[in-house]
């Protein structure tokens, strides 16, 4: 009979080692096909894969690795929205991350809202995003009003009299394109600015950029992401618009360190100034630089500030797990509201202002700089303004007549 009785025992003892070692799964949506932003995609993959890989050399989190699964959104809100659902519902998520266009987010955040499981958005940047003030949804990414902010100031310290801005046909492209009218006439009413909204599918560009050979602008700004980003920016160069002696060329959604930017804009993307979130000579904290290595040795390439987003996305997930010994998804949206996140960009918390501050890493750090030479690495780059400092005007570069 004693036997008999230890076999339950036994098998209990097996069953609770087993539920310990049970990895904790966490969602990542990301497009990884087209329309959707894939170059955007790997990044992310790659920036939560190096996160993932050093905590679960470390022994996961509570004594449990931690599982990534992906689902491709391709960039589109409807199945960015059923890939959030079959995350939550079929995989048994604890928290989702990964988002990186704006309309894909809205769409998700509503599903991670209905379910009541976290959502850490990772570089959506539209300011509706923070203003549905769920409380599941935090940002720890970069955010328009700051975008369209630093560039005002910029164009301010720039002097420029008249400017025309290209935006995407999607939340993220207009959302900035407007917040910098705004920004822009309440700082310097002077300056003459208008935007155009382009199709982020287009393909040619030329009917709204041979508007501008005649009359050139004092700058263009490039509010789109790839593919047609690029496009646009190679046939402003092929119609001498910019840039030129005449127009500065602006780039307000961070592509020149995208690892294929070299390879699809050649000269036309020398001499272009680029807001940014991240740079070489930027301070980073030991996380930071330990991520950054290991990009490097597993790419060979440099890291750009989507690799540190991505990371920091997936670092604030376990670290809420950690703090709040819990992977209960209740419980990490509630540490997730008070907690420090050690990130790899530096330390932050959360704002709980309503408004486009909610639930955001408000004061995150940007620079300024510019490439002055084809396929130039952004750590050879000219930093005009770095986190904190004032833009220094005079380290600008113009093509020559």
């Keep these: 009979m004693q036997r008999i009785l230890l076999v339950p025992l036994f098998l209990a003892f097996i069953s609770g080692a087993t539920h310990a070692q049970e990895p904790i799964a966490i969602g990542i949506s990301i497009a990884q ?21 050093m905590i679960n050399a470390q022994g996961g989190v509570l004594g449990r690795p931690i599982k990534l699964v992906y689902e491709d959104n ?15 519902v079929k995989d048994k998520v604890v928290a989702v991350t990964g988002g990186h266009q704006s309309s894909v987010c809205l769409a998700e955040i509503e599903v991670a809202h209905r379910y009541n499981v976290p959502y850490i958005n990772t570089n959506c940047w539209s300011d509706d995003v923070r203003k549905k003030g769920y409380p599941e949804v935090f940002n ?33 492209g207009i959302g900035q394109a407007k917040l910098m009218a705004e920004m822009i006439k309440a700082k310097a009413p002077q300056v003459d600015f208008k935007f155009e909204t382009l199709d982020r599918t287009g393909k040619d560009f030329t009917p709204a950029i041979l508007a501008l050979r005649a009359n050139p602008p004092d700058m263009v700004v490039n509010v789109m992401l790839p593919p047609a980003a690029y496009i646009l920016m190679n046939q ?10 005449k127009t500065w060329m602006y780039d307000g959604a961070g592509l020149a360190d995208y690892p294929d930017f070299w390879q699809n804009v050649k000269d036309s993307g020398k001499y272009m100034l680029s807001f940014g979130l991240y740079h070489p000579k930027m301070p980073m904290p030991k996380i930071g630089q330990d991520v950054a290595a290991e990009y490097f040795k597993r790419t060979k390439g ?17 670290e809420a797990i950690k703090q709040g010994k819990s992977a209960d998804p209740a419980v990490i949206t509630k540490t997730l509201k008070t907690m420090t996140v050690e990130g790899a960009r530096g330390n932050f918390t959360f704002s709980q202002t309503p408004g486009v501050t909610f639930q955001q890493w408000a004061d995150i750090p940007y620079v300024n700089y510019q490439l002055t030479e084809v396929n130039q690495p952004v750590s050879k780059t000219n930093l005009i303004q770095g986190p904190g400092q004032a833009l220094d005007v005079s380290k600008l570069q113009k093509p020559a007549k």
């Design 33 to 53: 096909s087209p329309p959707g932003s894939v170059v955007q995609g790997v990044q992310v993959k790659d920036g939560v894969e190096i996160i993932k890989d």
């Design 140 to 172: 720890p990414g970069n955010y328009n009003t700051r975008v369209s902010t630093a560039m005002a100031e910029t164009i301010v310290a720039m002097g420029v009299k008249r400017v025309v801005a290209f935006a995407e046909n999607t939340d993220y």
């Design 302 to 318: 440099e890291p750009n500030r989507l690799i540190f987003q991505a990371a920091d996305s997936l670092l604030t997930i376990v």
């Design 236 to 245: 402003l160069y092929e119609q001498r618009v910019a840039p030129s002696p």
């Design 74 to 88: 391709q960039g589109i809100p409807e199945k960015g929205r059923s890939a959030t659902e079959k995350l939550i």
